[in-house]
């Protein structure tokens, strides 16, 4: 059974960063697609980031030169540094895992339905 859990979240100033974390366990496959989405409220989720395999990365136009996707494939473990951080980068980040690799990977922007497994989300919020 895949498990995921997400940390890393909190409020920080206009220009702050933080660091999100996404531990996936019972996850056996060395393929992978994996994702960090957000909402804010009363918006749609988007996709903020994307990892593949081979380290193939890409990333949501809002949040290039900005945020940074990785993988510690030793640790089984997502990450999400955020630098340069602005109010409207605030709302729920989601981790999400899609074993199956063609779904999520397959084109951009993924939709949340492409990954089988999630994370309940941190919140991020930036503000002064």
């Known amino acids: 059974q895949v498990r995921v859990v997400e940390s890393g979240g909190g409020s920080v100033q206009p220009g702050g960063s933080l660091r999100l974390s996404c531990k996936v366990s019972?996850?056996?496959?060395?393929?992978?697609?994996m994702a960090w989405f957000r909402q804010a409220p009363g918006k749609e989720p988007e996709v903020v980031a994307r990892i593949e395999s081979d380290d193939t990365t890409t990333y949501a136009e809002s949040v290039k030169g900005r945020f940074t996707i990785s993988v510690d494939n030793a640790d089984n473990t997502l990450y999400l540094q955020m630098n340069s951080l602005k109010p409207e980068d605030t709302g729920m980040y989601s981790c999400a895992v899609d074993p199956r690799h063609w779904l999520g990977c397959d084109a951009w922007p993924p939709s949340r339905d492409d990954f089988e497994h999630w994370g309940q989300g941190t919140q991020v919020t930036v503000s002064s």
């Open positions: 019972g996850y056996t496959s060395t393929t992978f697609c």
